[in-house]
């Protein structure tokens, strides 16, 4: 059975965001046409609920092997839902299936679970994941190089951030920039699977992001 203990001086993070993200993207499936979606509308958020039931009882057991796991399983499913989605979003711009409207909300719900599902992946993996963050205590080595982990001690005591570590926040502002700038702005790429997983987001985001463009160009 794997420990939950912590670095003195820091507090377990909240896992609340990450839940909420899974939650949203569950909720932004249902702005998506049936014909957009494998099965009916309500399957991925209740399929999210059924897995963050045991998810969350392994976390307060501090199993956090089965944790991860079932947090692996969660979010790759959500990730092939958007995949399939978009793909079956692309195949019916040729046939005029959906109207204008609907082409809109579902290229923009997309973009959005997009951001959500690599936030997730980031704050999963980077590190070992939360759980592991959490038992160095001091996140000084990780997939992506955080401005606090530039800063020499000094400076880290002074403003506090002697035990920084990184929140779902922090991943999912990354994940935005990502989405928005096609780059990870002020957060250096370390690792190859982190820069191979920036490029799908970035190949994604282009591609809603290309269809919003041709369908307001269309209805202009």
């Known amino acids: 059975m794997s420990t939950n203990a912590t670095h003195p ?3 377990p993070e909240p ?3 990450a ?3 899974l939650l949203a993207v569950g909720g932004l499936r249902l702005a998506l046409p049936e014909s957009l979606s494998y099965g ?3 399957l991925l958020l209740a399929i999210i609920g059924v897995l963050v039931i045991p998810s969350i009882w392994a976390h307060r057991r501090a199993l956090n092997t089965v944790n991860r796991i079932l947090g692996y399983i969660l979010t790759s499913i959500v990730t092939l839902d958007m995949v399939w989605s978009l793909g079956l979003l692309i195949a019916a711009l040729p046939a005029h299936k ?6 809109l909300e579902s290229a923009a719900a997309l973009w959005i679970t997009n951001i959500l599902v690599f936030a997730s992946w980031y704050w999963r993996l980077d590190g070992g994941g939360p759980a592991a963050r959490e038992i160095r205590g001091v996140h000084t080595d990780g997939a992506f190089l955080f401005p606090q982990m530039t800063l020499d001690q000094q400076t880290k005591v002074a403003m506090g951030e002697q035990c920084w570590n990184p929140g779902f926040v922090d991943y999912l ?3 935005f920039n990502t989405s928005t700038a096609f780059s990870p702005t ?3 790429v370390l690792s190859r ?3 191979l997983l920036m490029m799908i987001q970035s190949l994604i985001s282009l591609a809603t992001l290309a269809l919003l463009a041709a369908r307001a160009v269309n209805i202009l």
Not at 98 to 103: E, G, K, M, R, S
């Open 9 to 11: 001086g820091t507090h």
């Open 15 to 17: 896992r609340w965001p």
């Open 19 to 21: 839940l909420v993200a």
């Open 40 to 42: 009916p509308d309500w």
């Open 98 to 103: 959906q109207t204008p409207t609907a082409l």
């Open 173 to 175: 502002f990354l994940a």
């Open 186 to 188: 002020d957060v250096p």
């Open 193 to 195: 699977w982190a820069k």
